[in-house]
């Protein structure tokens, strides 16, 4: 695919063969899995992440002069301000929260327990956190525009944003193992590994798909983006789930 080229292409990494990868080992845990180019990638998708944490403080800094004293703090579903504050402290709450964030994804994986629930390597754990960041930092940019008087259509970008994370995740579910705590997690595809692995190979191209359909239709629905996401959101989790159902039942879905 050339997504996954193109990833591999820039990081040396692609879901498919970290997917193969993962289902050849099969000690459990995320310190133990592939310790050198997984942690090289670890390293340098963690630094990114904290990289886009400081822009986030940097962006605040940088737009706080040329804002005014009130200024939007929340949207309704038409993209209308229907909320406001100060901009001080208001400008650094996203900073502030994508900061503790940071933090507790740094500290939780140490802990015992969460390394016997999960079966993730720790570069595609960086590189979910990574994302995350990138689209915090994105919301904030579009957010301070917003108060900066920018007329920036809030409830089409978002959509977008969001979009782009679910083509990442989708890109990411087939390299996923059974675990409790990351994933399309139903009763069936906990019990089962052959329908936990079908399932998310099935749901990767679904995310994908659904990510797509969202960035290319918000433009196109205007106002609507939102509705059209949840929508396209709703479709695409009912189909994989019966499609998980179904395999859980007769071994095969005809799907």
């Not at 802990?111 to 590189?127: N, T, V």
């Not at 705590?181 to 139903?186: D, K, M, W």
């Not at 069936?188 to 969202?214: P, Q």
Request: proline fraction near 6%; aromatic fraction near 10%; glycine fraction near 8%.
């Amino acid at each position: 695919m050339q997504f996954t080229d193109t990833l591999k292409k820039w990081t040396g990494w692609c879901p498919m063969e970290a997917a193969a990868r993962a289902g050849s080992n099969n000690s459990p845990g995320m310190e133990t899995r592939d310790a050198g180019p997984v942690a090289r990638r670890e390293r340098l998708f963690t630094r990114m992440a904290w990289v886009v944490t400081g822009l986030s403080f940097l962006l605040a800094l940088a737009v706080l002069p040329i804002l005014p004293d009130i200024i939007p703090v929340h949207w309704n579903y038409a993209g209308v301000a229907d909320a406001y504050a100060d901009k001080f402290p208001s400008v650094f709450t996203l900073p502030v929260i994508l900061t503790v964030v940071m933090v507790l994804t740094q500290v939780l994986p140490r802990f015992k327990q969460m390394h016997g629930s999960s079966i993730i390597s720790r570069d595609i754990y960086a590189i979910i956190i990574f994302s995350a960041t990138c689209l915090v930092l994105a919301v904030q940019a579009v957010t301070l525009a917003n108060a900066a008087g920018l007329m920036v259509p809030i409830v089409i970008i978002l959509p977008m944003l969001l979009g782009v994370i679910f083509i990442i995740i989708g890109s990411l579910l087939p390299v996923v193992g059974p675990n409790r705590s990351v994933g399309i997690r139903l009763p069936w595809t906990l019990k089962d590994e052959k329908n936990w692995k079908m399932t998310h190979a099935r749901g990767g191209s679904v995310f994908m798909g659904a990510g797509i359909l969202i960035i290319l239709g918000s433009p196109f629905a205007g106002t609507w983006a939102i509705a059209l996401m949840l929508a396209v959101l709703c479709v695409a989790m009912i189909y994989i789930t019966v499609y998980s159902y179904r395999l859980s039942k007769t071994g095969r879905t005809g799907m």
